[in-house]
């Protein structure tokens, strides 16, 4: 990844992975559903990790789990930084885990793993090699949602780590949606956990990708295997479903319709 590329994504959603109990199957199915084409590294420093490329760009990546790893299969949402030591510091002191300090991975650049005070899961990324993060088209990573239990103490941490500012519209129901941005750009978004779901269930990251037909999307993942978590519905300014990918893995499909 170029410097100017590294820069562009500090502080910014600059990749997205999945961790997969069962990896052919995850590429097989996002294969079908987004027309990626996944390489998987024949280098076995990265243990079967396969890049997804539309065309001759990035757009995540699907890896099996690690030995002894018996967390669920999940996507992960990684921030760009530009000095990820720093970053670690910075997120222990605001009052998050550092789960993973920061490693090497190959000649690519570096990664960590922490937790936000509300239990939350996200990675940073400093970038060396790695190929641009294409994002924002179809069929690609569009956005990212936290699902809180504890939004403020959230949005604080955010805020202080990132230096996020954010803006806050009702949804309904006495709730608020807050919108996280950067340099006055849209970064992603969260929301109070609602109290119904059952309180195992941690605070947690979920990615979004791209569709030009949510409903189309929408129907081709559930015939591929997926389940339904959230049908496709109406949001202001665009469309969106949730589903769970055959391994369990939940994901979005938005589309955001332009203003003329």
């Known amino acids: 990844m170029t410097q100017t590329t590294t820069t562009a ?4 959603p600059a990749w997205v ?5 069962d990896a052919p199957g995850s590429r097989d199915f996002y294969a079908q559903l987004f027309g990626w084409n996944l390489e998987v590294s024949e280098d076995p420093q990265y243990g079967g990790y396969a890049t997804a490329k539309i065309g001759e760009h990035s757009a995540g990546g699907i890896g ?3 030995e002894g790893d018996s967390s669920p299969t999940a996507w992960s949402l990684y921030i760009g930084t530009d000095d990820i030591d720093a970053l670690a510091a910075k997120v222990q002191s605001a009052g998050g885990t550092v789960v993973a300090p920061p490693f090497d991975v190959g000649d690519q650049g570096q990664m960590a793993v922490f937790t936000d005070p509300t239990g939350a899961f996200f990675s940073a990324w400093q970038a060396a090699q790695m ?3 294409v994002s924002g088209t179809p069929n690609t990573y569009g956005w990212a949602e936290l699902n809180s239990r504890g939004i403020e103490r959230a949005i604080t941490f955010y805020e202080t780590v990132f230096d996020w500012t954010t ?4 949804m309904g129901d006495g709730q608020e949606y807050t919108q996280f941005e950067h340099d006055g750009e849209p970064i992603a978004g969260a929301l109070e956990m609602n ?4 309180t195992e269930v941690p605070s947690y990251w979920m990615a979004y ?3 030009d037909d949510v409903d189309a999307a929408y129907r081709k993942a559930l015939d591929l295997g997926a389940k339904e978590m959230v049908a496709p519905a109406d949001f202001p300014g665009g469309r969106f479903a949730i589903v769970s990918d055959p391994q369990g893995a939940t994901f979005g499909l938005m589309n955001v319709q332009q203003s003329q």
């Not at 994504?9 to 910014?12: F, R």
């Not at 109290?195 to 059952?198: E, G, M, N, Q, R």
């Open 167 to 170: 803006s806050k519209s009702p």
């Open 195 to 198: 109290p119904a779901i059952p």
């Open 209 to 211: 990708f791209i569709a």
């Open 64 to 66: 099996p789990k690690q």
């Open 9 to 12: 994504l500090t502080n910014k």
């Open 17 to 21: 992975d999945l961790s997969s109990t």
């Open 131 to 133: 190929t641009r993060f």
